[in-house]
């Protein structure tokens, strides 16, 4: 693989040399995300491979061109998992592209983010320089955490060549809870009170059903731990739920666990777009923020922390009005299938204050000085 490696360390220098911008690219399952695509594509796929796995250490270092479903399958065969659950949003995602996106799954109010599970990263700056931070035990951070600080910079900080994960054994025993007719208030205050219990709830997510006549609410909730900690805790909460007039129903694992996948990759049926013009926002609020005013259905996740809705790019500026007052931010998620560009105008992400501006913009410079991986992706150039 070092011929691999030094192929992708030379065309940074020579883009840096050539004051190019490079757009770096895995399986490309991702490219819907972003404010812009600018840039020659630099494929990582060339770069592949599992380094090293040591399952009782429960550490793995993976190259980042592997595809994310073949590091999934080796930890499967062990036991093992990514506890963070991340969306694929496609065959090819990447481990590279995994890392950069940062994006977490079902689980992730509970068990941790992407960021959370990275001990080390290798990776290749704006000058063509391949550094390493980190390494494969927790104890090995001192001072600023660097490899952290990669997952969620969207390939915008540099290229991400290899990174170490903290993987954990799968949970001995899981079970998925349905309880329906529990309007939106009512299931976050459960989800609050169960919050501050000691629970195993690894889980969540509440809809309202408009196909449905009347429409029906739902909450979905999942548990994982030592089997007797399951059976105690599913007794208590669907007790809790039926004491409220909720009905309550054990789904098949194997189902539950197709929906629960299917919740990640956003292929539920409420992510089909209602209609040509919405968009796909994400809130990012606290847990315990309260139903939210909004004359738009919402799919909730991590015990109220994340809310899905489609709306128009035009109501950019009250979503993130509220969201903000409750201490969150709004990202456009998913552009219009008719208005990609137009819709973005109102900025994919929540623009940043002046502190974090600064910020942003020295971070850029000492990992990216001749602006290399400055595509926008992030935020307008």
Same mark, same amino acid.
């Given at each position: 693989?070092?011929?691999q490696? #030094?192929t992708?360390?030379?065309?940074?220098?020579?883009?840096?040399?050539?004051? $190019?911008?490079?757009?770096? $690219?895995?399986g490309?399952s991702?490219?819907?995300?972003?404010?812009s695509?600018?840039g020659?594509?630099?494929?990582t796929?060339?770069?592949?491979?599992?380094?090293?796995?040591?399952?009782s250490?429960?550490?793995?270092?993976?190259?980042?061109?592997?595809?994310?479903?073949?590091?999934?399958?080796?930890?499967?065969?062990k036991g093992?998992?990514?506890?963070?659950?991340?969306p694929?949003f496609?065959?090819?995602?990447?481990v590279?592209?995994?890392?950069a996106?940062?994006?977490?799954?079902?689980a $992730?109010?509970?068990?941790?983010?992407?960021?959370?599970?990275?001990l080390?990263?290798?990776?290749?700056n704006?000058?063509?320089?391949?550094?390493?931070?980190?390494?494969?035990?927790?104890k #090995?951070?001192?001072?600023?955490?660097?490899?952290r600080?990669?997952?969620?910079?969207?390939g915008?900080l540099?290229?991400i060549t290899?990174?170490?994960?903290k993987?954990?054994?799968?949970?001995?025993?899981?079970?998925?809870?349905m309880i329906?007719?529990?309007?939106?208030g009512?299931?976050?205050?459960?989800?609050?009170?169960?919050?501050g219990?000691?629970?195993?709830?690894?889980?969540?997510?509440?809809?309202?059903?408009?196909?449905?006549q009347?429409a029906?609410?739902?909450?979905?909730?999942r548990?994982?731990?030592?089997?007797?900690?399951v059976?105690?805790?599913t007794?208590?909460?669907?007790?809790?739920?039926?004491?409220?007039?909720?009905?309550?129903?054990?789904?098949?694992?194997?189902?539950?666990?197709?929906?629960? $996948?299917?919740?990640a990759?956003?292929?539920?049926?409420?992510?089909?777009?209602?209609n040509?013009?919405?968009?796909?926002?994400?809130?990012?609020?606290p847990?315990?923020a309260?139903?939210?005013d909004?004359?738009?259905?919402?799919y909730?996740e991590w015990?109220?922390a994340?809310?899905?809705?489609?709306?128009p790019?035009?109501a950019?500026?009250?979503?993130?009005?509220?969201?903000?007052s409750?201490?969150?931010?709004?990202t456009?998620?998913?552009?219009?299938a008719t208005?990609?560009?137009?819709d973005?105008?109102?900025g994919?992400?929540?623009?940043l204050?002046t502190?974090?501006?600064?910020?942003?913009q020295?971070?850029?410079?000492q990992?990216?000085?001749?602006?290399?991986?400055?595509?926008?992706?992030?935020h307008?150039?």
């Amino acid at each position: 693989m070092e011929a691999q490696l #030094n192929t992708l360390v030379d065309a940074v220098r020579q883009a840096a040399a050539d004051g $190019r911008t490079l757009r770096l $690219r895995g399986g490309g399952s991702k490219d819907f995300w972003g404010q812009s695509l600018t840039g020659e594509v630099l494929d990582t796929r060339v770069y592949r491979g599992i380094v090293s796995y040591e399952p009782s250490e429960l550490v793995v270092t993976v190259r980042c061109g592997t595809p994310l479903a073949e590091l999934e399958a080796a930890l499967a065969e062990k036991g093992q998992c990514l506890a963070f659950e991340p969306p694929h949003f496609g065959e090819v995602a990447t481990v590279g592209g995994m890392v950069a996106a940062g994006l977490s799954g079902p689980a $992730r109010a509970t068990a941790g983010a992407v960021r959370d599970y990275v001990l080390g990263a290798r990776f290749i700056n704006g000058l063509g320089e391949h550094l390493t931070f980190g390494g494969q035990v927790m104890k #090995n951070v001192a001072g600023y955490d660097v490899s952290r600080l990669m997952a969620g910079s969207w390939g915008t900080l540099g290229l991400i060549t290899e990174v170490s994960l903290k993987v954990l054994p799968v949970a001995p025993a899981e079970a998925t809870l349905m309880i329906a007719g529990l309007a939106q208030g009512y299931a976050l205050d459960l989800l609050h009170r169960w919050g501050g219990q000691p629970l195993p709830l690894n889980a969540s997510a509440w809809v309202r059903d408009t196909t449905a006549q009347p429409a029906a609410d739902y909450l979905f909730v999942r548990l994982r731990g030592a089997v007797a900690a399951v059976q105690s805790a599913t007794g208590k909460m669907a007790a809790d739920a039926v004491a409220l007039g909720a009905q309550v129903q054990a789904m098949d694992n194997l189902e539950a666990a197709q929906d629960w $996948r299917a919740s990640a990759e956003q292929s539920l049926e409420f992510f089909d777009a209602p209609n040509p013009e919405a968009c796909l926002w994400r809130l990012s609020v606290p847990q315990t923020a309260p139903v939210l005013d909004l004359p738009y259905a919402t799919y909730i996740e991590w015990q109220g922390a994340q809310r899905w809705l489609w709306a128009p790019a035009t109501a950019a500026v009250p979503l993130r009005e509220l969201a903000q007052s409750l201490g969150g931010h709004a990202t456009l998620f998913r552009a219009s299938a008719t208005h990609v560009e137009l819709d973005k105008v109102v900025g994919v992400n929540t623009p940043l204050d002046t502190v974090q501006d600064r910020i942003q913009q020295q971070l850029q410079k000492q990992f990216d000085p001749k602006g290399v991986f400055a595509t926008g992706r992030m935020h307008p150039l």
